[in-house]
């Protein structure tokens, strides 16, 4: 289990122009190898008309799973450099279509690796990524005398009351990072000298994107 990733969460589209050239890419996030051929091949019907509808695309925790393709440019000039802007920005289960359409000037082989790279970016730029961390989840079972004083300390700490529950005592789910689990239970204990309950809810993945908290299972 990876402690930390990046991915597309939501998926974009940017366009260049170099020499005349148009440039779409078209970025998503994917799960399977499947879910990205699927993916490829909408954007070939609909961009049926376009002179190369190039693409790479990386699957897996280990990415186990890379492939791409230069669609009759000249090997070595579409695809692979689209696989590179993708393990450059250190992306997983994460693919990307470029769309061309020539504008009658020829790009050379630099030019091109160029455009399809800086077209990736671009599309990478207009899409939402994140960093997946691997968390826990757990449950806090206090007194109201104790509320003060956890409430502080996760204050202090940038632990985030993901829920509260007040009845005759006071239940809290906190979202911690995995390595920094016991060190959390630890100051928990001593902030309450020991009288809060400390449960694991679950092990999940989270990420902070434009101010609010994202939970995932894996």
């Known amino acids: 289990m990876l402690e930390t990733y990046k991915m597309v969460y939501e998926g974009g589209e940017g366009e260049i122009l170099e020499k005349k050239s148009r440039f779409i890419a078209t970025v998503r996030p994917v799960e399977s190898e499947e879910e990205a051929l699927s993916f490829i091949e909408k954007m070939r019907k609909k961009y049926w008309n ?32 689209i696989l590179d802007v993708l393990l450059g920005e250190e992306l997983y289960n994460t693919a990307v279509v470029v769309t061309r359409y020539f504008g009658g000037t020829l790009m050379g082989t630099g030019g091109l690796v160029r455009a399809y790279s800086k077209a990736a970016q671009e599309g990478l730029v207009k899409s939402r990524v994140i960093t997946k961390n691997h968390g826990v989840l757990i449950e806090i079972g206090t007194d109201y005398n104790g509320v003060g004083k956890l409430q502080y300390l996760f204050g202090q700490s940038n632990v985030p009351i993901m829920d509260s529950q007040y009845t005759e005592s006071v239940k809290m789910q906190i979202l911690v990072p995995a390595g ?18 400390i449960t694991d809810i679950k092990e999940l993945y989270y990420a902070v994107s434009q101010g609010e908290y994202l939970l995932f299972e894996n």
């Open 50 to 81: 376009a002179t190369h509808n190039c693409f790479a695309y990386v699957i897996g925790e280990r990415r186990e799973i890379m492939r791409f393709s230069d669609d009759g440019e000249p090997g070595g000039t579409a695809g692979k450099p």
């Open 180 to 197: 920094e689990k016991e060190q959390i239970k630890k100051s928990v204990t001593e902030a309450t000298s020991g009288r809060a309950s």
